[in-house]
């Protein structure tokens, strides 16, 4: 039986047909258009919008899917940037050694227009002449082997404070349950801070609610690494209207750089102050980050802004807190959920260490505790996808054509668990590092600091901070979960890191053997 239509139903039906037949067309041409470039695999996109339907949080977790499902080289189109992610490590090799240049550069982003000082820090610097000056100083000042000797005293100093807040608090009678990670971050805040100006940011690690407070307000609103990109950095319309978080931004950045300019600012008028007491040798030696690029700047004040110092002295404290206070986290939780070989290790330090605390030149006689270390970045890397690479120019990578300007992930998150790579790949196994004399042994395999000439400076920094810290903490203290349940390992992704979703909160009394030592410290 047919029904007959109105003409009003005719005409929507009409014109439902029309958009169909012109969505079809759209759809046949953008994908014909993706095929004769030669692009890599994709999924279905929608026009305008690209891939960004298929976006969930962790972000790290949606592209190990769809690579798992299309395979180790993906392009995907996020709004109006192209992005390609490559999860394998012959792909990594090709990126980072034959297009190596290519890729040294960094994406624009809201957040990068607000907060990079015009994209001068080291970190987001476009590849060239400003960012090898900046890398030569950097390495020179900051990271060189005769720098990370004399800032030797400053790590364990700030690790010794910790341990005796430990003891004083785990040594009441009852016990204790510590949030490991607060701890941790007000460690490595107190070490950064050390380095850059030679104070404090908090005098006891037993802290009232106000610098509890202070502490949130520095490691989340001010110093966290933040969001890579936003929505409105796919959709420019979005900006446009004003529908992004460039106000929030803008806040943040008047907040760092109030913070930074105080302390450069300090130590200008300390340097006043002292002029007339000071010797020469004396003003020949330089104990902070501060002075060392002050005096730069006084040789060449017209190359050597307030704003480069700035960037350097921020980069300190965005690169470096977060990452280092997160791997000890990672590696207590692990080593919670697995007391075997939290007891190797502590055997280890015990076997090489009498009588007193671990020191710095101690860690070279504790190949297994560097082998925990290496396996917990493995399972866990801070920056599971790293900084993001940009293309300055067209390249192929596995064969496949890939446009200038693309944004590149390079997901070593899923390397690092790549069953072709690693046997177990999601066993908790220090023992696969045995034998391993360094990170460059491990070849592309391994880059928990990443890869090429842009990789992490401060490396050897943050290896040498949580290898004492964590060795520290294995010696003295034997720790325990709250409760009999393992400890919660799932994580979060709100940015470049990759936080535990649930703080780790452990119990621990120190070892009747380092009770005299640590009542000394």
Known sequence: MLVALDPLSMEFLYYLLLNLFILFIILKVFSQVNKNKNLPPSPFALPILGHIYLYKKPLTRTLQSLSNRYGPI????????PVLVISSVSLVEECFTKNDIIFANRPSSIAGDHLTYNYTIFAWSPYGYHWRNIRRITTIEIFSSKSLQMSAKIRKEEICSLVSSL???STGGSSQHFNLKFMFSQLMFNIIMRLVAGKRCFEEFIMDLDEQKRLHTLSKEIFAPGMIFELGDFLPILRKIGYTEEKCQIKIHKSRDSFLQNLINEFRRKQIHSSTTTTGEDKKKKTTIIEALLSIQEAEPEQYSDDFIKGILLLMFTAGVDTSSLTLEWAMSLLLNHPDILQKARSE?????HDRLLEDYDLAKLPYLHCVINETLRLYPVAPLLVPHFSSEECTVGG???????????NIGAIHRDPKVWTDPDKFMPERFEGVQGEKE???KFMPFGVGRRMCPGANLAMRVVALAL???????EWERVGQEQVEMHETNTGVTMPKADPLIAICKPYPSMVETLSQV
Not at 74 to 81: D, I, P, W
Not at 349 to 353: L, Q
């Open 400 to 410: 496949y054509n890939i446009p200038r300007g693309t944004v590149l992930y390079a």
């Open 167 to 169: 003891f004083r608090r």
């Open 349 to 353: 330090i015990n076997h090489n260490v």
């Open 74 to 81: 993906l392009f995907l189109q996020f709004g109006s940037r």
């Open 471 to 477: 060795g520290t903490l294995i010696q003295c203290f």
């Open 442 to 444: 491990m070849g592309f």
